[in-house]
């Protein structure tokens, strides 16, 4: 079984990117603690981990998961959250079963981050718990998919 974690813009700069909201932990070491919580799962899940900064590879990576029988899409769309029908139209296309993550409590923050168009395509969504809210939302995943 295969899981698809997907990061947008600016999640790259983890670790140097307002530290004071967005924590100190890099983008690699949110990615290594997934693999390692996913490991020795039964059965097996691999993990596959994207980040982009461009809206259409995002998209054409979610369509890429569809071919591909991916099982689960773990997704923090960073500012296209707030923006990107076509992302959640992607979302939408493939019905792959998918959990929306932030880092930071998007709801304690500006207005204009308080809507996202992923959310209600979504299983569910975790926010404020910093890089923990990915394995959160793994967990969720393979709950609903009876797996872990
Ligand atoms: C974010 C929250 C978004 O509002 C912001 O644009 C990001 C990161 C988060 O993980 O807290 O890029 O998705």
Do not use: W
Not at 43 to 57: F, L
Not at 112 to 141: E, K, N
């Amino acid at each position: 079984m295969k899981l698809l974690i997907l990061h947008g813009p600016n999640l790259n700069m983890l670790g140097v990117r307002e530290p004071g909201i967005y924590g100190t932990e890099s983008l690699a070491a949110i990615n290594a603690a997934i693999v390692a919580h996913c490991h020795g799962k039964e059965p097996v899940v691999e993990v596959e981990c994207y980040q982009s900064n461009s809206e259409g590879a995002l998209i054409d990576r979610i369509h890429r998961a569809y071919h591909e029988g991916v099982a689960g899409i773990v997704i923090n769309p960073g500012g296209l959250t707030h923006t990107s029908v076509a992302l959640r139209d992607a979302i939408a296309a493939v019905a792959v079963p998918t959990v929306e993550v932030h880092l930071s409590n998007v709801h304690a923050r500006e207005q204009f981050r308080h809507h996202s168009y992923i959310a209600p395509l979504a299983l569910g969504q975790i926010a404020g718990f910093g890089g923990l809210g990915y394995l959160m939302a793994v967990d969720g995943l393979l709950h609903h998919l009876r797996v872990g």
